[in-house]
């Protein structure tokens, strides 16, 4: 098993920045690709970003380009990522997600999810 514990969720402003993380064991965290995944109420889970195991690739889902950054530190063993501008449309459980090869689909292992709440 792979464990992810997701953290950094919260109530924000639309227009406010907010940074989630995601933690690991470490034992073969370089190994995987790794993204992040959300799921609003009500709807299903759709793909918002994912990172290359060197961190060399990054791929975004079109609704979050030029807002969203994610990152990865190999070294503690996290991954990041960086919400600017944060809309109301943003609001969902945000799940962290590893996985052996790239992709924006689904994932091999997923955390519980942190709650991202955006107020107009």
């Known amino acids: 098993q792979v464990p992810l514990v997701e953290s950094g969720g919260g109530l924000v402003q639309a227009g406010d920045s907010l940074r989630l993380s995601c933690a690991t064991s470490?034992?073969?965290?370089?190994?995987?690709?790794m993204g992040w995944f959300r799921q609003a109420s009500g709807k299903e889970r759709e793909f918002v970003a994912v990172?290359?195991?060197?961190?060399?690739?990054?791929y975004y889902a079109d609704s979050v380009k030029g807002r969203f950054t994610i990152s990865r530190d190999n070294a503690k063993n996290t991954v990041y990522l960086q919400m600017h501008s944060l809309k109301p449309e943003d609001a969902a459980v945000y799940y962290c997600a590893a996985s052996r090869v790239m992709q924006t689909v689904t994932s091999d292992y997923w955390g519980q999810g942190t709650q991202v709440t955006v107020s107009s």
């Open positions: 990172i290359s195991w060197s961190g060399g690739r990054t």
């Open positions: 470490g034992r073969t965290f370089s190994s995987y690709n």
